[in-house]
C-alpha cells in the first residue's frame, strides 16, 4: 500500500472502528479492497486504474488502521509483541510473493489472486470473535467473557471481565461524544504517547523505509553489480521475512527498547555501508572489487529494518493507549504515517539530484541513528505487561510528576 493510499482513509473511520469493533472494520475493509482488484482486473481504461487504486487505499488503510488494535487486544502479554510482529512479517511475505509473482503474471491474473486471497480472508476470518475489550466497550459482558475463553481457554474468566470493566469503566464510556475523547486524547500523557508513535514514524520513514524498498532496483543498477537487480530485489524480500520471524522470537524476550536501539545502529551501518560504496565509485575504484558491499549493505538493511524499526510503531500503538481513545490514536497514527511517508518518497528524488548517491546515503544513517537515543531516554518498555499495567504504570508516573511540580 502506498503512502498515497494511506491517506485515503477518511476521518469518519475513526469513529467507525470503535462503533462496530476492529473486526467488522477489517472485514468491511475488503469489500472497497475486493471491488478494487475487479476494476483491474476489468479495466478498459486509465481511469478504471485510478478507481481500483482508490478502492484499494481505502480498504487497505481499514484494515491496517484496525488490525494493530485488534492484535493488541486479542494477545496475552507474554505473546503480544509476538503477534504483532507475526502480523507484520506476513505483510512482508505478502510483498515477497507479489514480487515472487510480478514477473510472470499480468495485471488482470495477478488481480484474479488478489480477489480470491481477500475472499479466503473474510471466511476464515469470520468464524474468529471479536476482541472482548469491544464487547466491553458495548456493554454485552457475556460476549465478552465468551471471546476471553476462546482466546485463552484456562483463563479465570469472571475475573478478567471485572478487570477490563474497571479498566475500560463502563459501558457509557463509548458514548462520549468525539469532542469529549478528544480533550482526553490531547491531555499530557496521552500526547506524549502519540508524540512518541508519531517521532517512530518519522525516523522510520526518514531512516529509509519505502524510500529503499521503492528505489532498491535502481540503486543495483547505480552500484554496477554483477547481479541481475530483480533476483536481488527478490532475495531482499526473503531476507526481510527471515528478519520478521528472528524478532517475532525475541521481541517479548528481550523487550521492545532493546530491539529498538540493535535496529536503529544496524540501519544506520548498513546506510553508511552504501554511501562508502557510492564514494568509492567516485573515486574510481573498480565496480567489480566492490560489488559485494552494495548487495550486504542492502542485505543487511532489509534484516536491520524489520527487527524494530518498522515492527515498533504499530506495536507500542496497541499498547500505549486506552480503549477508549484507540480509534482516535489510529486515525492519527495511520494520517501521520501516510503524510510522512508521501513526503519522504516525493523528497528522495529531489535531494539525490542535489546532494547525490555520496551525500544521501548518510543522511539517512543520521536519520536512523537518532531513534537509538529516543529510544533510551522517551519510550516505554511494555515487554511482559497487560494493558491494564501499562495504563496504570503511564497514571501513576503521570502523579509522580505533577507531585513533583
Not at 480533550?183 to 522510520?204: D, E, G, P, Q, R
Not at 516505554?380 to 507531585?403: A, H, R
Amino acid at each position: 500500500m502506498t503512502a498515497v493510499e494511506k491517506t485515503l482513509w477518511p476521518q469518519w473511520l475513526a469513529g467507525f472502528t470503535g462503533t462496530i469493533g476492529r473486526k467488522k472494520t477489517m472485514l468491511v475493509g475488503t469489500l472497497p479492497l475486493t471491488f478494487g482488484w475487479m476494476c483491474m482486473i476489468f479495466a478498459k481504461s486509465v481511469e478504471w486504474l485510478y478507481v481500483g487504486r482508490l478502492c484499494n487505499g481505502l480498504g487497505s488503510g481499514m484494515i491496517w488502521g484496525a488490525l494493530s488494535l485488534y492484535m493488541g487486544e486479542i494477545a496475552d502479554p507474554s505473546i503480544r509483541g509476538s503477534l504483532i510482529f507475526l502480523n507484520l512479517n506476513a505483510s512482508s511475505m505478502g510483498s515477497l510473493l507479489g514480487n515472487a509473482m510480478g514477473p510472470f503474471l499480468d495485471l488482470k491474473q495477478y488481480g484474479y489472486v488478489a480477489v480470491s486471497l481477500a475472499a479466503a480472508f473474510i471466511i476464515l476470518f469470520s468464524w474468529i470473535p471479536e476482541s472482548p475489550y469491544h464487547y466491553i466497550l458495548q456493554g454485552d459482558f457475556k460476549r465478552a467473557e465468551a471471546s476471553l475463553l476462546w482466546y485463552k481457554r484456562h483463563a479465570d474468566a469472571p475475573k478478567e471481565i471485572n478487570e477490563l470493566k474497571e479498566f475500560v469503566g463502563s459501558a457509557n464510556s463509548d458514548s462520549e461524544s468525539f469532542k469529549n475523547k478528544l480533550k482526553v486524547f490531547c491531555k499530557l500523557n496521552n500526547a506524549k504517547n502519540m508524540a512518541i508513535v508519531s517521532m517512530l514514524n518519522l525516523f522510520l520513514y526518514c531512516g529509509g523505509h519505502n524510500v529503499i524498498s521503492s528505489y532498491a532496483e535502481i540503486i543495483m543498477r547505480k552500484s554496477d553489480i554483477q547481479i541481475t537487480p530483480s533476483i536481488v530485489v527478490i532475495a531482499l524480500g526473503v531476507i526481510m521475512v527471515i528478519a520478521g520471524a528472528v524478532a517475532m522470537i525475541f521481541v517479548d524476550r528481550c523487550g521492545r527498547r532493546p530491539l529498538l536501539i540493535y535496529s536503529s545502529f544496524g540501519v544506520c551501518f548498513s546506510m553508511v555501508m552504501l554511501g562508502i560504496h557510492f564514494n568509492l565509485l567516485a573515486y574510481g575504484v573498480d565496480p567489480d572489487a566492490i560489488d559485494w558491499l552494495p548487495i550486504l549493505a542492502l542485505c543487511l538493511y532489509n534484516f536491520a529494518l524489520p527487527c524494530g524499526m518498522l515492527s515498533m510503531p504499530n506495536t507500542l500503538l496497541g499498547e500505549l493507549f486506552p480503549p477508549t481513545l484507540k480509534t482516535i490514536a489510529s486515525l492519527t497514527f495511520t494520517c501521520s504515517a501516510a503524510f510522512i511517508s508521501f513526503c519522504a518518497i516525493r523528497a528522495f528524488q529531489p535531494v539525490l539530484d542535489l546532494v547525490g548517491e555520496r551525500i544521501i546515503f548518510f543522511m539517512i544513517a543520521s536519520a536512523a541513528l537518532c531513534v537509538a537515543p529516543f529510544t533510551y531516554f522517551l519510550v516505554p518498555e511494555t515487554k511482559g505487561k497487560t494493558l491494564i499495567e501499562i495504563q496504570k504504570n503511564m497514571d501513576s508516573k503521570k502523579k509522580d510528576v505533577i507531585t513533583r511540580l
